[in-house]
């Protein structure tokens, strides 16, 4: 029966207790290695969350920017929302590393100390025992001693009694001592077979005992302490994968997001936005007529021509060549006009500008001053909204003076009526701008329409000496280009009474090199001269000194600048505040330079 109980017992180990010892402790060492195991794993996901929060952060759009702008088309929010689930599915790698330490490594660290704790325990009891039975046995091999001994002391003493009782020369006294002395010797022996015949029994009994009851018990808990230990690193090892099958989902959710981003995009859409973030206002041309200079008459503009303002002017013949305006030729104007282009991108880009966004097209200026106006309404209804609430809190505290001082709240009813009225100052400032764009704004029903791209001209064969195309590289105030206007009499234009800072010239319309046309040069219409000296830093224009005299070559268009010439080599924009203007009756040639 006892075999049978002890059938799948460690108890068979019997003598091997210390190997047993060793496999406890490598036991626990296994449960220590993973345990740092999962405290790694933990530490990477940590640091992967981090990493990719870092990353959804780094690309997120910043305040005041560009990235702000961009947020209207589908793409850009389909980034964003990309980052925004990027953002939740980091998040997800966090909740893995806040499982794998609370669910595994605490609970393994927990467990440990109580696996060491219970392992010592019982090798504690282990060692007790098998001491014990090895005191048992040396006891018994002490009373087995000492029986023996006293078994041949008896024996010895039996037989010196014999030897004395035969010898007839030994007194009876002697005789009688010996024989004493060997009945003592022989209790003794008696006695101590008693002892060890006791004390074996005894020793049977703990013997049995030990190696029945005692040492299997120690091992059957050693043995359920391991399997205990076996069975936690599975659980933990369950748990393991468990903690990441539970986040699966919501990374599914967040990959899903991703995709949802991802199919939202509409390439229409944002071309759409494009037109409309872009689109200038102006008119196109209407169409131009055919022009017949092989006869010898006036030139009859068409209605619709860009130039339908000069009427009664005539082109002398000369060698010319058709051409788009927007690809003229000319070497001291392209920079200038490549460097003015390149500012006005660059604000319509950064956002920077004049506060009355002159710098942009009429139909965005105009959406830009709408939408300023449209937040200085919501800050003046805020701040009416405040005002509002406090007017009653005062009345509350009129009414209840216990509830707390009326005057306190006058400081900050005063500061919210300075604030409205800076922002209705605004509000009036932003519409006349508004006002005025929608003004000069071209309508739709014209008959004559203006544009600011381009100006074309027929091709023809004309004599060298007639008006040639020109450039047109400012933009007019309302955003049209319109030709110059002869006169039949001498005119004087009536300067400005005092020079101003003189404003940097800027373009709306790029303008190219065109490869394949030749040099022209303008002929004059009049001449000027300098009320004010100008240093023309800007490329493109030209300095001149206070009254100098100059031919003048194109005349302001309504931007504020004259293209004159002081010699074949030198020509460029003056403001035409600083000059005083004489244009000449009829001017058809280039006349001779100072």
Not at 159 to 165: G, I, T
């Amino acid at each position: 029966m006892v075999e049978e109980r002890m059938g799948d017992c460690w108890s068979y180990t019997k003598d091997q207790f210390d190997n047993l010892e060793k496999h406890t402790q490598w036991g626990i060492e296994f449960v220590e290695k993973y345990t740092k195991f999962v405290k790694e794993r933990s530490e990477i996901e940590t640091n992967y969350a981090k990493q990719i929060r870092n990353l959804s952060k780094k690309y997120q759009p910043k305040k005041n920017s560009r990235e702000e702008e961009e947020s209207k088309y589908t793409f850009c929010r389909a980034f964003l929302m990309t980052l925004n689930e990027l953002n939740d599915y980091a998040g997800q790698h966090e909740v893995i590393a806040e499982n794998l330490t609370s669910q595994i490594i605490a609970d393994l660290t927990r467990y440990l100390g109580e696996l060491k704790s219970e392992r010592k325990s019982h090798f504690h009891d282990g060692r007790k025992a098998q001491q014990h039975i090895e005191s048992s046995w040396k006891q018994l091999e002490s009373c087995k001693r000492r029986f023996e001994r006293d078994c041949k002391e008896a024996d010895r003493a039996q037989q010196y009694f014999e030897k004395m009782d035969a010898d007839i020369n030994v007194t009876k006294a002697d005789v009688e001592k010996a024989r004493q002395q060997a009945q003592m010797r022989h209790q003794m022996a008696t006695d101590s077979k008693g002892d060890y015949s006791s004390y074996l029994q005894k020793f049977n009994q703990e013997q049995n005992e030990h190696y029945y009851t005692v040492i299997p018990n120690i091992f059957q808990k050693l043995q359920d302490m391991e399997e205990r230990r076996i069975e936690r690193i599975g659980v933990c090892m369950k748990t393991f994968a468990d903690v990441d099958r539970q986040v699966l989902p919501i990374v599914g959710k967040c990959l899903d997001g991703m995709t949802k981003a991802a199919e939202s995009i509409e390439p229409k859409t944002d071309s759409k936005q494009v037109v409309e973030s872009y689109k200038s206002g102006f008119e196109p041309p209407g169409d131009v007529e055919f022009e017949d200079y092989g006869q010898a008459m006036k030139r009859t503009a068409s209605d619709t021509s860009l130039s339908n303002s000069r009427d009664g002017k005539e082109k002398p013949a000369g060698k010319t060549k058709g051409k788009l305006w927007p690809f003229i030729k000319n070497k001291n104007k392209l920079s200038l006009k490549l460097i003015t282009l390149n500012s006005h991108v660059r604000n319509l880009i950064e956002g920077s500008g004049p506060e009355d966004f002159s710098h942009l097209p009429p139909e965005q200026r105009r959406k830009k001053l709408q939408g300023k106006l449209d937040e200085l309404n919501k800050d003046i209804q805020k701040e009416t909204d405040q005002r509002d609430a406090l007017t009653k809190m005062k009345d509350v505290y009129v009414k209840n003076p216990q509830m707390g001082d009326p005057a306190s709240v006058d400081p900050r009813l005063s500061e919210i009526g300075q604030n409205i009225e800076k922002l209705q100052f605004e509000v009036q400032k932003f519409e006349g701008w508004l006002a005025e764009v929608e003004e000069r704004m071209p309508s739709k029903s014209d008959s004559h329409r203006r544009s600011g791209l381009y100006e074309t001209q027929n091709n023809t064969t004309v004599s060298n000496n007639c008006a040639q195309d020109r450039e047109r590289p400012l933009s007019s105030p309302d955003g049209s280009y319109t030709e110059e206007q002869n006169s039949e009499t001498q005119v004087k234009a009536n300067p400005a009474p005092a020079p101003g800072p003189a404003p940097n010239p800027t373009s709306s319309t790029p303008e190219f090199d065109d490869e394949f046309d030749d040099e022209e040069t303008l002929p004059t219409i009049g001449t000027c001269k300098a009320l004010y000296p100008f240093e023309g830093h800007n490329e493109g224009t030209i300095s001149v000194a206070e009254g100098e005299l100059l031919y003048v070559i194109e005349e302001d268009k309504g931007d504020g600048w004259t293209r004159v010439r002081r010699n074949e080599d030198e020509e460029g924009y003056v403001p035409t505040s600083y000059v005083e203007v004489f244009l000449e009756t009829n001017a058809k040639g280039a006349m001779t330079y100072i």
